[in-house]
């Protein structure tokens, strides 16, 4: 592996609460609007949560024939739309993209979840209509693998083409997987990230039945409140984050934009519960430092930090305390925020979508707002959480993290692109 290969973000694509139009989500962001509002996809009137930060109004066309978006999942649509928008910001389209060496390009996005929609309406349908009538494509599109697979069919990229699936840790897994390819000398490109669509009955019930959701149904809005001490569990959200990674000399070679470069990332395991956190942020404090090791940066060079915060009593907590057992005291001159108390947690979507809010803060040098912060956590004080209002900032490097259910953490560090260094 050579760590010294120089690998950039040269695109990047999403679907979300907010559409698919990075610029418009990320003014949305800045703004301190939520996408938090009632679910209007199904009934649920008997569920004790009634929202979500859920696509509504998402339309493929331009990007995937009609027939196939009603057929696949929306796990998948969102795949596809994010992926080919991401290659739209990387100029890869016409001629560029036909001069690509596909063989040489590469699909790493994964799904914590699946095709959620289509198995539960196989279910209904053989419970209630028989076997004979499930559609032979009801394993195709529940495969985590999918989403990616189709992509890499529709786009002919012939490199490495799988999913990773580790819960909330998802995107992290799949782009730092997607880096070492291109350290590893077996890709020049690698499309990366995540896909989610979980918000549908059996979703909602799943989390409801953990206890894991907040029940703010009467302020939808101000449901997701990371590091307050009025907190009672996480938003769901959903949607796709796709990023462009490549390595210098091929993003050089063809003469891209690059918005920011990615340093290093680190995976490990808490390997202690199957949904809580270490209280004593072991696991997270350790991914943290192997990433910055990785990056080959001191932790002072770190001045941004895009939290995990899913608004939950303990995760936001042990987080938060594995930051405090990295930093020490540098942790009060870095500035943190939580993208999910606007978008709540879009499971395997969030480490790719939150990277592309911290790459676009790279970018714009603003930083959106943590809302809902009305009554922090004593233990945060002194700690710029960017409450309620954007902040001017210029970063130096930034730490994006995701961990998941199962003890899987993950850690990413992306910083602006300097020709020489």
Known sequence: MDKKKRIVITGMGLVSCFGSDIDHFYKQL??????????????CQDFPTRFAAAVDQFDAEGYLDKKQARRVDPFICYTVVAGKKALEQAGLTGDAFDRLDKERCGILIGSGMGGMNVF??????????GHRRLTPFFVPYI???MGGALLGIELGFRGPNYSISTACATSNYCIAAAANHIRNGHADLMLCGGAEAAINPIGLAGFVAIKALSERND???KASRPWDQGRDGFVMGEGAGVLVLESLESALARGATIYAEYLGGAINSDAHHMTDPRADGLGVSTC??????DAGIKKEEINYINAHATSTMG????????MR???????SSIKMNATKSMIGH???????IELIATVMAIQTGMLHPTINSENLEGALSGIDIIPNEAKPHTITAALSNSFGFGGHNSCLIVAPYQSTK
Request: charged share 25%; proline share 3%; net charge negative.
């Open 288 to 293: 943290i430092e192997e990433a910055l090791r």
């Open 315 to 322: 995760g936001d907590m042990c987080e938060f305390q594995a």
């Open 30 to 43: 800045l703004a301190g609007k939520s996408g938090v509002r009632a679910i209007e996809k199904f009934p």
């Open 325 to 331: 057992n990295v930093f020490g005291e540098h942790l």
């Open 120 to 129: 539960s309406e196989g279910v209904d349908t053989l419970l209630n209509k």
């Open 143 to 145: 495969i985590t693998n």
């Open 219 to 221: 302020a939808p809005e």
């Open 346 to 352: 879009c499971l395997g979507a969030a480490g790719a």
